[in-house]
């Protein structure tokens, strides 16, 4: 029970000093004490009442941690309206608790206290014996190393500003470091440890002894274990732990290799945002780093060229982490957490030694003819690759190489737009005889369509994997034909001569050509850009009889055999290249969750093609229906899409993405960003008129280099296509042929060397998939046939795998456990389960027997509706046609979640899924106590800025959000209209300082709104943190090329935004000429989002 009189001790009369303060607050904090009263606390500790209203001056929005922290120092500093015999001691605080009635806090304080009776002053002075295995005073140079024991023993980035007060920094300094690194934690906590480092402030000592106490005073007692335990394992080191790096690969890289390295890093993944950390891991100086940022304005691009620069001469440190070698480089990469990108430059193997690398200087010419013997894999592989794994593609390279021309496409457009009509258009095949049902979630395989482009006849088809194989048997033949007389007579072997030529004229209708979809295993089609397009049907027949005269049946080779026969053919130089034009054609849906869905599961494309329904005005707004079985359900969108709507948010969220990026590409035949082709179908039901106005509207895209026109000297954007063409007519290849030609003139595709091996590899996997009729092998399976195609590494399997997962429809996702042994060779199982997942809440319940049979319970249904809620049960229902014991919900659980789709929630096993909750019908009222903080990105186009999100943006971070469980929940039940719950609309209980307080997250589309109340308004900084790290977090799953900015709308006009700044101070307005100063001002319902930036001088 608490005391409630007053009580002294002598053991606690030893004088406190300000270093002191850190400890002091974590005392109050532990023990309960809030800090509300703490205007009464100073008085008890003897400051005046002037001192105490200047502090709360000082702190307009009365921050009650930041006036305690202030009035804790003052009483520490020993202020002048201090009584001189009054110093600052526990014994003094603990009476100054009990006066205000603060007993429980003040009898924990004198426990702990008491317990530490063998401390007489600040803990600091006298660290425990056990921590002084390592009292060499730490400097700025170790700031890496400091930095690495605390990440790698789970250190919270977010806690920085409280070890910074308990390591001797002060609170301005770490407010300042707040507003320098925009409230990223882990540049902030960066830029703390360098302070202390410094000795800035009051910092006494710089040691591991400090920083372990400074931990333990925390609470962080697991991180204080496990640093000192790898101290003490250290203590034969007279520096900071570090190990040195393995010397595998001990060639010297120079200044030469600069844009070899960049371009290195580019291609496999490393977007370049924490090149601050690579430089330290590389062993830059804080300061060479510091002047970097300053001269290059922390522009990641130029920032990181530098560091390498810096690194490749040798500064700083640089030469004790190793050298600017390429071994060095990848264990900084792994130091940062950046394995993927490590994992690829090091091909997973053994790094051998690499050739002078001064000499290895890139060839970016596309004209440039590819040798194929006695030269290097540097040369023939025309932008450089990683010299520690040259050997293995210089080997497989040798052997033969597939040159792929890859034009890579996305359809956009609302359903019944005409896209998946339009790609009928596009291979000339006839039109789909009835309504198709919705398209399932876009990715690699379910709707991506594989074609081959006849270059000679400018056409483009799909090809089966018969073609494939007769086209590289044809291949092998031509390029070395056996002497006849080596030829037996009757071979056992069917003929690899090329079958007879069956030709296409430019004319003949392909309409009794027999091509197969396989919606389930869509395989990669390919032609040799040397051969005409063949009649299949005929040219399988002939095939068929030639081989049963020459054969018996159960002589036939299988298709693997012949496989491995041709890339044995390839490696015995018998054929050295094949080429083939490649289009991988991405159907994205258009159904508003799979819109949100479809950046985690594709690349940035080199074409959009936008598809609009011409019968609808570009302003009008599109009903959203979902189709299965000839079933239409309608999907409650509020009419939130128009097609220009539709047009708008497509080319500004492509824009944000980083650019597709695929290893061994010729840098010089990529395409510099992605274009747009605004596709109007059902041109025979408008008139020339209304087509004429709806292109004036689209004026806009008129100087957008990247949008395609249709015919730019008569101003026609639009380019307009009748999709329902007669099958076979003159008409419809004439259509179809422009349209391919449109594509094919605006150079967006991009050229790949591939060895001969991977690409077999692929079909070996294609063909054993199709042979235990299911779209995924396990590892074993996959690794005994990479054996038989001679891939006898396992490091040699992981890199074909990875480079497939990158290039081609397989997916693998070495990274996850539990997914890590399946190797999905046609990924449409994890869509299917995905799609039906979201379609059970768009069909009525009457007919869920199409999407589960036995259907789901109507309570599992409208949870998953009213809340967004399932669990692994419900999923188990929705999936049981696609799982085996192989691949069960739990591989789909762990998936979903390791891609932020989902997030688990609660105690009883639930699952969040945002894009299965219905689109909100209306907001309450924006707050204007706080005005609303908008989250958006900057489009700049012809001089005009406009905001735009990136698709799937909205429940990545709601996701983010609700992964902090610590700090973040559900509000109640949304049934009423006080809180929301919507796949675009979202209220969440936030916990700061053991108090909970409602934020609603806003999907407008073009930008997030953060909605708060007036009694949230003293926490608006930490909110504006906890929500912008969800997005920096989503906005990196996404691959978004650039940084968010914050914004406010704007008081004189409805169509302008006031930017903020990135002084976080001021604003810019996007179309006022006067901008309006929200932030500059005495308004403090905007200043209130950045009083932790802001001096609050008017």
């Not at 059970?840 to 999407?851: A, R």
Request: net charge negative; with cysteine; proline share 5%.
């Amino acid at each position: 029970m608490a005391t409630p009189f007053v009580r002294e001790s002598k053991r606690h009369q030893s004088r406190l000093e300000l270093v002191d303060l850190a400890y002091i607050r974590g005392l109050l904090k532990e023990h309960g004490y809030s800090g509300v009263d703490y205007y009464d606390l100073g008085l008890c500790l003897g400051l005046l009442p002037s001192t105490l209203d200047k502090i709360e001056q000082e702190e307009p929005l009365k921050d009650v941690r930041r006036c305690l922290t202030h009035c804790l120092a003052a009483w520490l500093e020993k202020a002048n309206d201090v009584n001189s015999d009054d110093v600052p001691t526990y014994d003094r605080l603990i009476q100054a608790l009990r006066k205000i009635g603060q007993n429980s806090v003040a009898d924990g304080i004198e426990r702990e206290i008491g317990a530490k009776v063998s401390f007489e002053s600040s803990p600091y002075n006298s660290p425990t014996k056990r921590d002084t295995v390592q009292s060499t005073v730490l400097d700025v140079t170790h700031l890496v190393d400091v930095l690495d024991l605390l990440i790698k023993h789970g250190y919270s980035d977010v806690n920085y500003y409280d070890l910074g007060l308990y390591l001797g920094l002060y609170a301005p300094t770490l407010t300042d470091i707040k507003h320098y690194n925009k409230g990223y934690a882990r540049s902030c906590l960066r830029h703390c440890l360098k302070a202390w480092l410094e000795r800035r402030d009051n910092v006494m000592s710089s040691t591991y002894d400090t920083l372990i106490q400074a931990l333990r005073k925390m609470g962080e007692n697991d991180v204080a274990d496990g640093i000192e335990r790898e101290i003490q394992a250290e203590v034969s080191f007279e520096s900071p732990p570090s190990s040195p790096p393995t010397k595998r690969d001990t060639v010297q890289l120079t200044l030469s290799n600069s844009d070899e390295v960049f371009s290195l890093l580019e291609r496999h993944g490393y977007s370049g945002i924490n090149y601050y950390d690579l430089g330290l891991y590389l062993g830059l100086y804080a300061f060479r780093l510091d002047t970097i940022e300053i001269e290059y304005e922390r522009d990641d691009r130029s920032c990181l060229n530098e560091c390498l620069k810096a690194w490749l001469e040798q500064e700083d440190n640089v030469m004790s982490k190793g050298g600017p070698t390429y071994d060095t480089l990848i264990q900084a990469l792994r130091e940062i957490g950046e394995n993927d990108v490590a994992d690829r430059i090091e091909g997973k193997e053994q790094i051998p030694s690499a050739p002078s690398a001064s000499k290895v200087q890139p060839n970016y010419s596309s004209n440039t003819s590819i040798p194929t013997e006695d030269t290097s894999a540097t040369d023939r592989i025309q932008e450089i690759q990683n010299p520690l794994i040259e050997r293995k593609i210089e080997k497989w390279l040798e052997e033969g190489e597939v040159e792929l021309k890859i034009t890579r496409i996305n359809m956009h457009g609302a359903p019944g737009a005409g896209k998946t009509c339009s790609l009928h258009l596009l291979l000339n095949e006839p039109p789909p005889e009835k309504l198709t049902n919705s398209t399932p979630i876009a990715c690699r395989a379910v709707k991506a369509t594989r074609i081959s482009i006849d270059d000679k006849n400018k056409k483009w088809e799909r090809v089966d994997i018969e073609d494939l194989l007769n086209q590289l048997a044809s291949a092998e033949v031509d390029k070395a034909p056996k002497p006849e007389d080596d030829v037996p007579a009757h071979s056992d072997e069917p003929s690899l001569e090329e079958p007879p030529k069956t030709e296409l004229t430019e004319n003949q209708s392909p309409e009794n050509e027999t091509i197969k979809i396989e919606p389930i295993n869509p395989m990669e089609n390919v032609r040799s850009e040397s051969k005409p397009i063949k009649n299949k049907q005929a040219e399988n027949k002939t095939t068929e009889m030639k081989s049963t005269k020459q054969n018996p049946a159960k002589n036939k080779p299988t298709k693997m055999e012949l496989v491995k026969k041709m890339l044995q053919a390839f490696k015995e130089g018998k054929s050295k290249k094949f080429s083939t034009n490649w289009v991988y054609f991405i159907d994205s849906g258009g159904q508003p969750a799979y819109r949100e869905l479809l950046p985690l599961f594709t690349r940035a494309a080199a074409l959009n093609i936008i598809t609009i329904d011409l019968t609808k005005d570009l302003d009008e707004k599109c009903m959203f229906q979902y189709r299965i079985s000839q079933h239409a359900s309608p999907i409650n969108m509020n009419l939130r899409y128009s097609n220009c709507g539709i047009i708008r948010s497509t080319i500004s969220s492509e824009a944000m993405l980083n650019f597709v990026k695929f290893p061994y590409v010729t840098k010089s035949e990529m395409p510099d960003h992605p274009h747009y082709l605004i596709l109007g179908t059902r041109k025979e039901l408008v008139t020339e008129e209304k087509l004429k106005k709806m292109n004036e509207s689209l004026i806009e895209y008129k100087a957008n280099k990247k949008v395609i026109p249709h015919n730019k000297r008569q101003g026609s954007i639009i380019f307009p296509v009748n999709t329902l063409l007669p099958a076979g007519s003159n008409e419809r290849e004439k259509a179809s042929v422009e349209l391919c030609n449109t594509i094919s003139a605006f150079g967006v595709a991009m050229t790949i060397k591939l060895p001969i091996r991977l690409f077999t590899f692929e079909i070996a996997l294609q063909l054993e998939a199709e042979k235990k009729k299911r779209s995924f092998l396990t590892k074993g399976e996959v690794t005994e046939i990479g054996k038989s195609l001679q891939l006898d590494k396992e490091s040699d399997i992981n890199e074909a795998l990875q480079y497939l997962h990158n290039v081609t429809i397989i997916l693998y996702y070495h990274d996850v456990d539990i997914l890590k042994d399946l190797i999905f060779v046609d990924p449409k199982p994890i869509l299917d389960v995905l799609s039906h997942l979201i379609a059970v809440t768009y069909v009525h319940h009457t007919e869920l027997q199409m999407i589960a049979d036995p259907s789901p319970s109507i309570d599992e249904r409208n949870n998953l509706i009213d809340f967004g809620l399932f669990k692994e049960d419900f999923l188990k229902i929705i999936g049981k046609k696609f799982f085996n014991k192989d691949f069960n919900s739990f591989h789909i659980i762990t998936l979903l979640r390791h891609l932020h789709i989902i997030a688990e929630v609660g105690e009883e096993g639930d699952y969040f899924f945002p894009c299965a909750l219905p689109s909100y019908d209306k907001l309450n009222p924006a707050p204007t106590k706080v005005q609303p903080l908008l989250i958006a990105w900057e489009i700049k186009n012809s001089g005009t800025k406009t905001l735009a999100i990136p698709q799937g943006l909205f429940p990545l971070t709601i996701v983010h959000l609700l992964e902090k469980k610590d700090s973040v929940e559900f509000t109640p039940d949304p049934a009423g209209n006080e809180y929301y719950r919507y796949n675009d609309a979202m209220s969440l209980c936030v916990y700061i300082e053991k108090e909970e307080y409602t934020i609603d997250i806003i999907n407008c589309y073009t930008h997030i709104e953060i909605h708060l109340d007036e009694s949230s308004k003293e926490f608006c900084p930490q909110i504006r943190d906890l929500v912008t790290d969800a997005i920096k977090r989503s906005s990196d799953n996404l691959k978004v090329d650039k940084s968010h900015i914050f914004a406010f709308k704007c008081l004189q006009n409805k169509q302008c935004y006031c930017i903020v700044k990135e002084d976080l101070s001021s604003t810019k307005c996007t179309q006022c000429r006067s901008h309006c100063k929200v932030l500059q001002g005495d308004d403090d319902s905007y200043r209130c989002w950045f009083s932790d930036c802001q001096s609050f001088s008017p």
